[in-house]
Every structure is written in structure tokens, then in C-alpha cells.
């Protein structure tokens, strides 16, 4: 009774389903998410009945044949890279990405990680750091005497120190593009790592070949809809209840069979 392993790929297909779309809900208001779609498979098949061979000694064609799934798995989960809401934050050092590209950040491994997540906080150095003390790349420095701090939409970062007027420039802010955005691994902690299926990054200046712009004092928010992700969760969990009726029924069909005299 081929159904009872069969239902049972789909049961572990769905659960995987839910746990994606579970972990979509849980990063609902992480700065910078992407929502995440698990996409399946259809497995090996058997042929009772060989579609296309010869039925007969004239030479008669089988046109469809008998052709048995052995169920589903999944194939992969992509990262859906839609542009989340930008929320105001009136912090000077929130930047939010409007449009294609990534923060830089030089990790203590010495690789480089890539974020939308924009918040960033100033270091003991007056370096622009991430929450966890990770330093953005290229260095930038801001003076201990900086009373104010300025980046445009093009990365460039001003400050004016003390009673002068006129802002000294103290960096240049500049993004990562890549060929396959979806080819990134998450490492966590609102950081990605390039891999060969995203290819090399592209650096530039913002607002340049393509690149998004920055936005001072405004954060990206997370892409995932709630009314979309409870109605997949739905669609999972009636999925997973009839691949488990079909075990049910099979599991019948099975003592049925056992029963016979």
C-alpha cells in the first residue's frame, strides 16, 4: 500500500510549509526581513504501464500509460526580496535602502556580511557599528566633536563640529548589489553571506548604476503580510489534515484486507 508512505511525504512537506510561513510571522517586525516561500517537488514515479511503448507487434503506441508518484518533497524556500515599508525613526544613524542593495559589514571572521537592517550605532572609536558591534564597510569615523550628522541620498556623511558652519565630510556610504539576491545565505542576526549561486557582490555609490538611495532616520520594515501568511498557514494546515485522512483511509482499506476470511 504505496498511499501510506506517500501521505506521508506530503504530512512532512506541509510541516515544512508551516515552519516557514511560522518563522515568516515570528520576524514580522524585524528590521529589514524577507519573507520566505518553500516550493515543492513532485518525487520519482513508477511505470506499471511505459507511456510510449509498443502495445502491439503492428507497431500501436501506448498513449498515456500508468505512471504512479511517490509523493512530493521540498524543493527549496525562497526569499522574497520586495521592498518592506519605510518607517520614520528620527535617530540620525537609522538608514533604510530605497530601491537594490546592501550594508556592508565586515564581520570578526574577517568576511564580509550584507544587510538591509540599517541600524547602526557608534563604537567606543566613533566607527558606525552594527547592534552587535560589527563594523560597516567601507570605515566610517565620526568625530567625538561632531554635533551634527548629515547623509544624503547618495551615502555621502557630513558633520559639523563644534561652532563651525560649514560640515567636513566624514565618509562615503557605499552599497552591494547582486546578480541573484535570492542566492544569499542567512547567517542570522539580519546578515547575509554571498555564496556561488549570488555570485560576487557589485559595490557602488548610492544612487548610482542602479543601486537604491539611503534614507537618514527611517528603517526598512519587514516584507511579510499577515493576512498572506495566516491564509498559506491555512492552506497547510487543511493540506496536512487530508494527507493524514488518506493515511487514515489506508490504514482501513489495510485492516479491511486482514479481514477477510
Given at each position: 500500500?504505496?498511499?501510506?508512505?506517500?501521505?506521508?511525504?506530503?504530512?512532512?512537506?506541509?510541516?515544512?510549509?508551516?515552519?516557514?510561513?511560522?518563522?515568516?510571522?515570528?520576524?514580522?517586525?524585524?528590521?529589514?526581513?524577507?519573507?520566505?516561500?518553500?516550493?515543492?517537488?513532485?518525487?520519482?514515479?513508477?511505470?506499471?504501464?511505459?507511456?510510449?511503448?509498443?502495445?502491439?507487434?503492428?507497431?500501436?503506441?501506448?498513449?498515456?500509460?500508468?505512471?504512479?508518484?511517490?509523493?512530493?518533497?521540498?524543493?527549496?524556500?525562497?526569499?522574497?526580496?520586495?521592498?518592506?515599508?519605510?518607517?520614520?525613526?528620527?535617530?540620525?544613524?537609522?538608514?533604510?535602502?530605497?530601491?537594490?542593495?546592501?550594508?556592508?559589514?565586515?564581520?570578526?571572521?574577517?568576511?564580509?556580511?550584507?544587510?538591509?537592517?540599517?541600524?547602526?550605532?557608534?563604537?567606543?572609536?566613533?566607527?558606525?557599528?552594527?547592534?552587535?558591534?560589527?563594523?560597516?564597510?567601507?570605515?566610517?569615523?565620526?568625530?567625538?566633536?561632531?554635533?551634527?550628522?548629515?547623509?544624503?541620498?547618495?551615502?555621502?556623511?557630513d558633520v559639523l563640529v563644534d561652532d563651525q558652519?560649514?560640515?567636513?565630510?566624514?565618509?562615503?556610504?557605499?552599497?552591494?548589489?547582486?546578480?541573484?539576491?535570492?542566492?544569499?545565505?542567512?547567517?542570522?542576526?539580519?546578515?547575509?553571506?554571498?555564496?556561488?549561486?549570488?555570485?560576487?557582490?557589485?559595490?557602488?555609490?548610492?544612487?548610482?548604476?542602479?543601486?537604491?538611495?539611503?534614507?537618514?532616520?527611517?528603517?526598512?520594515?519587514?516584507?511579510?503580510?499577515?493576512?498572506?501568511?495566516?491564509?498559506?498557514?491555512?492552506?497547510?494546515?487543511?493540506?496536512?489534515?487530508?494527507?493524514?485522512?488518506?493515511?487514515s483511509a489506508s490504514d482501513e482499506m489495510m485492516?479491511?484486507?486482514?479481514n477477510i476470511r
Amino acid at each position: 500500500m504505496k498511499a501510506l508512505s506517500i501521505a506521508a511525504t506530503g504530512m512532512l512537506a506541509q510541516q515544512r510549509n508551516v515552519e516557514v510561513i511560522s518563522n515568516n510571522i515570528a520576524n514580522m517586525r524585524t528590521t529589514g526581513y524577507k519573507r520566505q516561500r518553500a516550493e515543492f517537488q513532485d518525487l520519482l514515479y513508477q511505470d506499471l504501464r511505459r507511456v510510449g511503448s509498443e502495445s502491439s507487434d503492428a507497431g500501436t503506441i501506448v498513449p498515456a500509460g500508468i505512471q504512479i508518484g511517490m509523493g512530493v518533497k521540498t524543493a527549496a524556500t525562497y526569499r522574497i526580496q520586495t521592498q518592506g515599508d519605510l518607517t520614520g525613526t528620527e535617530k540620525d544613524l537609522d538608514l533604510a535602502i530605497r530601491g537594490e542593495g546592501f550594508f556592508q559589514i565586515q564581520l570578526p571572521d574577517g568576511r564580509t556580511a550584507y544587510t538591509r537592517a540599517g541600524t547602526f550605532e557608534l563604537d567606543a572609536n566613533g566607527n558606525l557599528v552594527t547592534q552587535d558591534g560589527f563594523q560597516l564597510e567601507p570605515a566610517i569615523t565620526i568625530p567625538s566633536n561632531a554635533r551634527q550628522i548629515t547623509i544624503n541620498s547618495q551615502g555621502q556623511v557630513d558633520v559639523l563640529v563644534d561652532d563651525q558652519s560649514t560640515p567636513q565630510t566624514a565618509g562615503q556610504i557605499e552599497l552591494a548589489r547582486f546578480v541573484n539576491k535570492t542566492g544569499l545565505k542567512a547567517i542570522g542576526d539580519n546578515l547575509y553571506v554571498e555564496t556561488p549561486a549570488s555570485g560576487a557582490a557589485t559595490t557602488g555609490n548610492p544612487g548610482s548604476d542602479g543601486t537604491g538611495t539611503v534614507l537618514q532616520r527611517f528603517l526598512e520594515q519587514s516584507n511579510v503580510n499577515a493576512v498572506a501568511e495566516i491564509s498559506d498557514l491555512i492552506s497547510a494546515q487543511r493540506a496536512y489534515e487530508m494527507n493524514s485522512r488518506v493515511i487514515s483511509a489506508s490504514d482501513e482499506m489495510m485492516q479491511a484486507t486482514s479481514n477477510i476470511r
